[in-house]
Nanobody
Framework: QVQLVESGGGLVQPGGSLRLSCAAS????????INWYRQAPGLDREFVAQ????????IYADSVKGRFTISRDNSKNTVYLQMNSLSPDDTAVYYC???????WGQGTQVTVSS
């Protein structure tokens, strides 16, 4: 059974950092491209970042480029999203998913506020 569990969210001040984790089970993350998405209140879910199945290619939304880094630990079957220089505009529920599949975790809330 495929399962994705996001964690690491929380409340952080503007300019702060968080690292989100996406622990996968039921499949091997290194066999798939993995995406992070986010959804802010009242807005559509938007793409944030992707890591390719090989791990050699990453893609970022313009809004997070240079601040966020997606990475993967194959030994833990986990994908990470390091988020730096956070701003209130980054407040959202963050989700991970296998690219091209309908698997979604429950999400983790990130709130950036002073």
């Amino acid at each position: 059974q495929v399962q994705l569990v996001e964690s690491g969210g929380g409340l952080v001040q503007p300019g702060g950092s968080l690292r989100l984790s996406c622990a996968a089970s039921g499949f091997t993350v290194s066999n798939y491209a993995i995406n992070w998405y986010r959804q802010a209140p009242g807005l559509d879910r938007e793409f944030v970042a992707q890591i390719s199945s090989s791990g050699g290619r990453t893609i970022y939304a313009d809004s997070v480029k240079g601040r966020f880094t997606i990475s993967r630990d194959n030994s833990k079957n986990t994908v990470y999203l390091q988020m730096n220089s956070l701003s209130p505009d980054d407040t959202a529920v963050y989700y991970c998913t296998r690219a091209g599949f309908g698997d979604w975790g429950q999400g983790t809330q990130v709130t950036v506020s002073s």
